[in-house]
């Protein structure tokens, strides 16, 4: 939800400063969101068959 909203924020305005906030906040949105695929890796997958990657 965070990385969406912001990144589309700067389709919207011209503001340098509220372009770099929202990149900021985008940055934030796609390190919540890869922490939560890494705890879905340990929920779907159990043993050897994540380190495989197939």
């Known amino acids: 939800m965070v990385s969406g909203i912001a990144g ?8 340098y400063y509220v372009m770099l906030i929202s990149r900021f ?11 939560l695929a890494v705890s ?3 929920t ?7 380190a495989n990657g197939s």
């Open 8 to 15: 589309v924020i700067p389709i919207f305005v011209t503001n």
């Open 40 to 42: 879905l890796i340990g």
């Open 25 to 35: 906040a985008f940055g934030i949105g796609l390190g919540l969101l890869n922490g």
């Open 44 to 50: 779907f997958f159990k043993g050897e068959e994540p």
